[in-house]
Every structure is written in C-alpha cells, then in structure tokens.
C-alpha cells in the first residue's frame, strides 16, 4: 500500500539554523500538507499546496517558513532560522483529489531547537 | 475559533469493552468528519468518515454517530484490544482551498488487559 514517508525521522539543530524537512507523498495525490504537533498538543495545521503554489496557510506559516516542491515526487518545508518553540513534531500528508477528503498522514519528523 | 473539540482527554477501558469517544462541533453548516488514530510515535491515521446527511455509519469494529441537531459525533470501538490504545482525533475539512484539517484536542484511550 502506499504511503507518505518523511526525512529525516528526528532532527536537532541550533537555535538561528535553517532545517529542510522533506517528504514523499503519494505519488498520484494532488494536494500536499505540513502540520505540526508540540508534544502533548494536538495536531496544528501549517500549510496546503497545490497545483505548484500554496492554497492555504496557518498564522503559524510566518516568513520563517516556506515549502517546495522541487521535482515530481519531493516535497518540503524549511524553516529558515529557527526558534526553540518551533520544536515539535512535523507531519506531512498527501491527498488525492478534490472530491476525496481524506488526508494520508507521514510518520513525521521530530525537530528539536536546542 | 475552534471547530471541533473533544469531551474527555483520557479514556481507560477494560480489553473486550466496548469504547464511547466523543467530540462536540460548533459550525452547524459542518458536513463532514473524520476521525484519526495516532499511535505513539506515529503519524495519524484515517479511521472512518461521515457526511452530515448520514446519521451513522459503521466500519470494522467501529462506528461513528452523528448527531447534528446537538452538534456533536461519537466513535465507538467494538471489543476494544490493546492494539485500539492510542490518541483518536476527530477533524474536519476547512470549506477553504486547501481544505485544511483542524484537529481536535485528543483523547487518549488506554485498553487495560
């Protein structure tokens, strides 16, 4: 079965260091999403991309943040310089169509700002 | 503000019990739902959906109850077994482009052997 992966699965950086967090999606979905999750909280969504540009994005989606996608397949957010409460947990995920709400999680990557 | 929300923040049932999970709504012009599992460590999983034109609808040993004239839906997980322990989600789609998710707040369902 297909499925939404993430790179890398954990990731710590510094305080003021760019990350790149990436993703495959599924590969016939249309539209792409970033979300995040702080520990303990629930699920926050960032941004929605589709047709090559963003469709949507959260107060949280500052001018910290920006996603691409480069090719066919990947998929990413980078979060330019970075704070120690964008520490969290990042998930992607893929949706097929417009008529099909259903969103297909990735297994997220763990961002720790120290 | 928020959407959608949950009742309960942990739930402890006793494996073979049946599992109530709730989540009340406050858009009435809401027309769909979804519920997600998430395991430790791991992303959301998709678990069953319902339109507003349905009352009910079942899965595999679940079934989701709507209830739009109080605004508020249910998860009920039959025989509940240890695998079912994880935090479940209810959300909805925004009307925006994107159709953005928004999350409620979680419930953490415990299955005691």
């Known amino acids: 079965e297909p499925e939404v992966t993430q790179t890398p699965s954990h990731q710590v950086t510094q305080m003021g260091q760019e990350v790149i967090l990436r993703c495959v999606p599924i590969s016939n979905h249309l539209y792409f999403y970033w979300y995040r999750q702080i520990l303990g909280q629930k699920v926050e969504f960032l941004v929605s991309f589709y047709n090559n540009e963003i469709s949507e994005k959260s107060e949280i989606f500052d001018d910290q943040f920006s996603v691409e996608r480069p090719d066919g397949s990947n998929f990413t957010l980078k979060i330019r310089s970075t704070k120690l409460e964008d520490s969290a947990m990042y998930f992607c995920?893929?949706?097929?169509?417009?008529?099909?709400?259903?969103?297909?999680f990735g297994p997220g990557t763990r961002l720790t700002v120290t | 503000g928020e959407s959608v929300g949950l009742h309960l923040p942990t739930l402890s049932v006793q494996e073979g019990d049946n599992s109530i999970i709730n989540c009340a709504y406050s858009n009435s012009a809401s027309d769909y739902f979804i519920w997600y599992k998430q395991e430790s460590g791991k992303g959301p999983q998709f678990i069953i959906d319902i339109r507003s034109n349905m009352d009910k609808r079942q899965g595999q040993r679940v079934t989701v109850l709507l209830n739009k004239t109080v605004k508020h839906l249910s998860l009920q997980i039959a025989a509940t077994q240890p695998g079912d322990s994880a935090v479940y989600f209810c959300a909805e789609p925004s009307r925006g482009a994107g159709n953005m998710l928004t999350f409620g707040g979680g419930t953490r369902l415990m299955v005691k052997p």
């Open positions: 995920a893929s949706r097929k169509g417009s008529r099909n709400y259903e969103q297909y």
